[in-house]
């Protein structure tokens, strides 16, 4: 039987999906595969968890930067115009120019915002994107424990209410009245069992 090494697995893969595309692949049909293949179920389930830990970074990674541009055009935007009437009102207060300073420190700020939006370290980009993550995985995990906490309080409370109104209702009614069986020979020698309700003896009024 022929032996390959990983890189020329990995060579005769790329290949084979060059000459007949896959577009997409379930989870199921990617781990049955694999274990046809020879390859462990839960190194395939680790290494596919590793893919979408890292397809979630990216997609973070560039909603950050889009959301960073975006507040940087509207930077140039506002530099743009409110620089144009300071500029104006310049010129309309006489000489001693001034207008000058405020182009050169706001644009000082504009660059650096530049550099920040459309050249981001890419380090600080990705540890930014996992606490992101982080924080709404943890405001998931919150929302889920304060449902099931209200959901519990809920039926402690419809609980309660329930038991409440049985009580009240069998109050309502009046305590039971004591019952006895008693037999009952028929003439035709029968043997019937009635049941004989005992009503409480009122006191004589003396």
Known sequence: ???????????ILRRALETQPLETLSHR????????AGI???????????????????VEEEQIVS??????????YTYVVVNAGLFVIDIMSGPGWWVQWVLAGWG???ALGARRALMPDRERLRARARRRIARRSRGKWEKQV???VDRAIQVGVDALVDAASRKLS??????????????VEQADAEVAE?????????KQRR
């Not at 039987?1 to 060579?11: G, I, L, T």
């Not at 009635?194 to 009122?202: L, S």
């Open 108 to 110: 000082i700020a504009l």
């Open 146 to 148: 304060r449902k099931e």
């Open 1 to 11: 039987m022929k032996q390959y090494s990983r890189d020329e697995v990995e060579e």
């Open 170 to 183: 069998a109050r309502a009614q009046g305590p039971s009245q004591p019952t006895r069986r008693m037999r």
């Open 67 to 76: 959301a960073r541009k975006k507040r940087f055009l509207q930077s140039i």
């Open 29 to 36: 049909d990617l781990v049955d595969s694999a274990v046809e």
């Open 40 to 58: 462990d179920a839960a190194y395939v389930e680790a290494a596919a968890t590793q893919i979408e830990e890292e397809r979630e970074i990216l």
């Open 194 to 202: 009635v049941e004989v309700v005992e009503r409480p003896e009122r």
